[in-house]
């Protein structure tokens, strides 16, 4: 119902495979070299907890939005209580994990969020409120987990270069709320909630006509819990897989010369895994977008040297006429009949043009 495996987990590893196409994370003396714009600031961490607490709030809704009648009532309890979880035992680990015992703020938007990516799979099924809990707990620890442990590992080990940490709030819970719909799925008897359980899960409905409309439901495919557990993992892995695949592909068709921007010297092969172009380039928004803050930072750039050149163009003329008064100053050492300005305002004027030229 909240899409942990077609919506979370499939965009997490599509968007990882196709990272790890076209960059990969960079290391110097055995060390990770981060890319000095791979970063945030207390302003951009601020905006971020903003949207966080916005997620927070609305995952039920989000969780719910297809639910009907009752079916979304215990979606948006579930959400509620495994967000709850997930954000209890995300300050907890946090502290535990990181290096200086401190709250991480990358950690805590993400984590916190986790508990709603989890249970979306079973949030509409056969779950009670501890089970929403408990995916709720294993989430926000997988997840803090893997910004501060998993994460590096990756980088070390095969270069990915996941810049948003999507594999530990999208890709490992979605995995968790998959595995928890299948055990959900497996643990369901024949009745759930007061209805036959093919009104929860309708391929485990009676395939007798008669049998199923007395029990107001549609005819199944007499499925029993075992198989229909065996169907929610088959759907896990066909998404992996498609995911992964469908990511990889995509990246060597973004890393073509046509799609690229005109960088001819700086662009890596079709088919050459984990680059296409220079790590200058990287992060860089100006290269595909019309950026409006670079626009008004030329207009300012070219005001400025406007009025740099007009400001030479006046020193110029002023250093003219300090030389032709020096010039006379000279010939009037030796001719008493030239008359030389000796004013106080021209040597003003000559002390204000020596500063400027100083400058």
């Given at each position: 119902m909240g899409g942990s495996i077609f919506v979370h987990t499939f965009g997490a590893f599509f968007g990882l495979g196709l990272s790890w196409v076209i960059s990969r994370t960079k290391f110097k003396a055995g060390k990770q070299v981060e890319h000095f714009k791979n970063g945030s600031d207390k302003t951009s961490d601020m905006f971020a907890m903003i949207g966080t607490i916005f997620l927070w709030m609305f995952w039920p809704s989000f969780n719910g939005a297809l639910a009907t009648e009752d079916q979304q009532y215990r979606v948006v309890i579930n959400t509620v209580i495994a967000l709850s979880a997930s954000c209890v035992?995300?300050?907890?680990?946090?502290?535990?994990?990181?290096?200086?015992?401190?709250?991480?703020?990358?950690?805590?938007?993400?984590?916190?969020?986790?508990?709603?990516?989890?249970?979306?799979?079973?949030?509409?099924?056969?779950?009670?409120?501890?089970?929403?809990?408990?995916?709720?707990?294993?989430?926000?620890?997988?997840?803090?987990?893997?910004?501060e442990k998993i994460?590096?590992?990756?980088?070390?080990?095969?270069?990915?270069?996941?810049?948003c940490g999507v594999h530990n709030l999208h890709g490992m819970p979605g995995v968790i709320g998959a595995i928890g719909g299948a055990i959900s799925a497996m643990t369901a008897g024949k009745k759930a909630y007061g209805n036959s359980i093919g009104a929860v899960f309708p391929a485990r409905a009676p395939s007798n006509v008669t049998e199923a409309f007395l029990l107001g439901i549609a005819p199944g495919l007499d499925r029993t819990a075992e198989q229909q557990a065996g169907i929610q993992m088959a759907a896990l892995l066909i998404t992996l897989l498609i995911a992964i695949l469908g990511g990889m592909f995509t990246g060597m068709i973004i890393k073509m010369p046509f799609c690229l921007p005109g960088l001819e010297s700086e662009k890596a092969n079709w088919c050459t895994c984990g680059e296409s172009t220079h790590v200058r380039y990287w992060y860089e928004d100006k290269i595909y977008w019309e950026v409006e803050e670079d626009e008004e930072q030329h207009e300012h750039e070219q005001e400025q040297l406007m009025e740099s050149n007009r400001m030479k163009a006046s020193l110029d003329a002023e250093i003219q006429q300090l030389q032709k008064l020096r010039q006379d100053l000279e010939v009037g050492e030796n001719d008493e009949t030239i008359t030389v300005p000796t004013d106080s305002t021209t040597e003003a004027k000559a002390k204000e043009v020596e500063l400027a030229i100083k400058e």
């Open positions: 035992v995300s300050f907890l680990a946090v502290v535990f994990l990181s290096k200086h015992s401190k709250f991480d703020m990358v950690s805590i938007q993400n984590a916190t969020l986790a508990g709603g990516v989890a249970v979306g799979s079973s949030s509409d099924l056969v779950i009670q409120p501890w089970g929403a809990m408990l995916v709720g707990l294993v989430a926000g620890l997988v997840s803090v987990i893997g910004y994460q590096p590992f990756l980088a070390r080990c095969i270069g990915l270069d996941d810049t």
